[in-house]
């Protein structure tokens, strides 16, 4: 066979399978036992169980997220708020500083300004195109620089190359959360950053029926990051990794389909009278869709939007609508629609939400596998409904 590299595609169905097959079952098995033989292992996170994330499920899938990134190595765990606490807490010491992005998932915003102040690191929120705000806010005690690689809600996409560039420069550990984009459309090693982290529960998956997280970077940091979640104990179980690993395996052709699926509805919202403004990388007056066509393969298959009736017309509209679920999700086959305000980051206060740019009427959009078509003509009657 050719020393040439393999597409993604096919990464996504051979990366990291074992070999030989496991008895020949050319689908994984799953491994639903706790406790595995020892084998005289030296080291206690090298022990076989379950806890310490090794089993055969978590291996394939390891080797399999990071064939998909560029990564030397990657962890999987038991949700993505896991992969983040477990990231940032393994990179951080007390008394540390840590850089974030401005407008994040409401999770890890409260996670940064909770549970991590309780435990003696502090930070300072920074605009992802504002390198003065990076400069001005560093510290000498300033050790990650956290992003996302398109954010939420409001489907930004940062200075991305810059905001790696910079952290290399200052020596600091840069993290991001790619859950958005995939690796179909973005792998975030290949400019610079330390450290990719997922939602598995999202496009990974793709099927709405387990909750995952993922964390892909250099085996250095993945084995740091490996020692705390075994403290932790944030590991996932045998069958989800089993989900997880099939659903990998078609990401490239749903994102596909929701990369034009979506880039079709925001189109047409953006055309229709009853709608305000519309948040979506793909389209050409968005600010900041050059840099997005720069980094990504495809926009995505996530988008915001606000009415001109305010947050009673997104009520409306919320309840009219037949085909998208209205659920605080996404990456779906399904469409998924929810109110930001009134779910992802409700635990932020309305200024918290204020300052992000975050208006209480905002409607998110995950669009999903169902024909574009049908989709623009349910919109369409919500539209009339709100």
Same mark, same amino acid.
């Given at each position: 066979?050719?020393? =040439?590299?393999?597409?993604?595609?096919?990464?996504?169905?051979?990366?990291?399978?074992?070999?030989?097959? #496991?008895?020949?079952?050319?689908?994984? &098995?799953?491994?639903?036992?706790?406790?595995?033989?020892?084998?005289?292992?030296?080291?206690?996170?090298?022990? %076989?169980?379950?806890?310490?994330?090794?089993?055969?499920?978590?291996?394939?899938?390891?080797? =399999?997220?990071?064939?998909?990134?560029?990564? *030397? /190595?990657?962890?999987?765990?038991?949700?993505?708020?896991?992969?983040?606490?477990?990231?940032?807490?393994? @990179?951080?010491?007390?008394?540390?500083?840590?850089?974030? *992005?401005? @407008?994040?998932?409401?999770?890890?915003?409260?996670? #940064?300004?909770?549970?991590?102040?309780?435990?003696? !690191?502090?930070?300072?929120?920074? %605009?992802?195109?504002?390198?003065?705000?990076?400069?001005? @806010?560093?510290?000498?005690?300033?050790?990650?620089?956290?992003?996302?690689?398109?954010?939420?809600? !409001?489907?930004?996409?940062?200075?991305?190359?810059?905001?790696?560039?910079?952290?290399?420069?200052?020596?600091?550990?840069?993290?991001?959360?790619?859950?958005?984009?995939?690796?179909?459309?973005?792998? &975030?090693?290949?400019?610079?950053?330390?450290?990719?982290?997922? +939602?598995?529960?999202?496009?990974?998956?793709?099927?709405?029926?387990?909750?995952?997280?993922?964390?892909?970077?250099?085996?250095?940091? #993945?084995?740091?990051?490996?020692?705390?979640?075994?403290?932790?104990?944030?590991?996932?179980?045998?069958?989800? $990794?089993?989900?997880?690993?099939?659903?990998?395996?078609?990401?490239?052709?749903?994102?596909?389909? *929701?990369?034009?699926? $979506?880039?079709?509805?925001?189109?047409?919202?953006?055309?229709?009278?009853?709608?305000?403004?519309?948040?979506? &990388?793909?389209? =050409?007056?968005?600010?900041?869709?050059? %840099? /997005? @066509?720069?980094?990504?393969?495809?926009?995505?298959?996530?988008?915001?939007?606000?009415?001109?009736?305010?947050?009673?017309?997104?009520?409306?509209?919320?309840?009219?609508?037949?085909? &998208?679920?209205?659920?605080?999700?996404?990456?779906?086959?399904?469409?998924?629609?929810?109110?930001?305000? $009134?779910?992802?980051?409700?635990?932020? +206060?309305?200024?918290?939400?204020?300052?992000?740019?975050?208006?209480? +009427?905002?409607?998110?959009?995950?669009?999903?596998?169902? $024909?574009?078509?049908?989709? #623009?003509?349910? !919109?369409?009657? /919500?539209?009339?409904?709100?």
């Amino acid at each position: 066979m050719s020393d =040439k590299p393999q597409r993604l595609e096919t990464d996504l169905v051979h990366a990291g399978e074992p070999r030989p097959r #496991i008895e020949g079952a050319v689908t994984l &098995p799953i491994f639903q036992s706790s406790t595995f033989e020892f084998g005289g292992e030296s080291e206690y996170d090298h022990i %076989r169980y379950l806890r310490l994330s090794n089993t055969p499920n978590h291996q394939a899938l390891h080797r =399999k997220l990071a064939a998909l990134e560029g990564g *030397q /190595a990657a962890l999987v765990s038991a949700s993505g708020m896991a992969a983040i606490a477990t990231t940032l807490l393994a @990179c951080l010491d007390a008394g540390d500083h840590l850089l974030a *992005q401005d @407008c994040l998932y409401g999770g890890t915003h409260g996670l #940064i300004t909770g549970e991590m102040v309780r435990l003696g !690191l502090s930070y300072d929120f920074i %605009r992802g195109d504002d390198p003065d705000s990076w400069r001005r @806010c560093l510290k000498p005690n300033t050790r990650v620089l956290y992003v996302e690689s398109i954010t939420n809600p !409001l489907m930004q996409v940062a200075d991305l190359e810059a905001l790696a560039r910079f952290a290399r420069e200052h020596g600091l550990i840069s993290v991001i959360d790619n859950t958005f984009p995939t690796p179909v459309n973005f792998r &975030p090693l290949e400019w610079g950053f330390d450290l990719s982290v997922h +939602s598995g529960t999202k496009y990974l998956n793709g099927h709405s029926d387990i909750v995952a997280g993922a964390v892909i970077g250099s085996r250095g940091h #993945i084995r740091k990051i490996h020692h705390t979640a075994n403290h932790l104990g944030g590991s996932l179980d045998s069958h989800a $990794a089993f989900l997880l690993h099939r659903g990998i395996k078609t990401l490239a052709l749903r994102v596909e389909a *929701q990369n034009r699926g $979506a880039l079709r509805l925001a189109e047409f919202l953006q055309a229709h009278p009853g709608v305000a403004r519309v948040n979506y &990388p793909g389209l =050409k007056d968005h600010p900041d869709h050059q %840099r /997005a @066509c720069r980094l990504f393969s495809g926009f995505g298959g996530m988008l915001s939007f606000e009415l001109h009736g305010g947050t009673e017309a997104a009520e409306r509209f919320l309840k009219a609508l037949r085909l &998208p679920v209205n659920a605080p999700s996404l990456g779906g086959v399904e469409s998924l629609v929810t109110r930001p305000a $009134a779910t992802s980051h409700v635990g932020l +206060s309305r200024e918290e939400r204020r300052r992000a740019g975050i208006s209480e +009427s905002l409607i998110r959009l995950s669009v999903g596998l169902e $024909a574009p078509d049908d989709l #623009i003509r349910d !919109l369409e009657s /919500a539209l009339e409904a709100a």
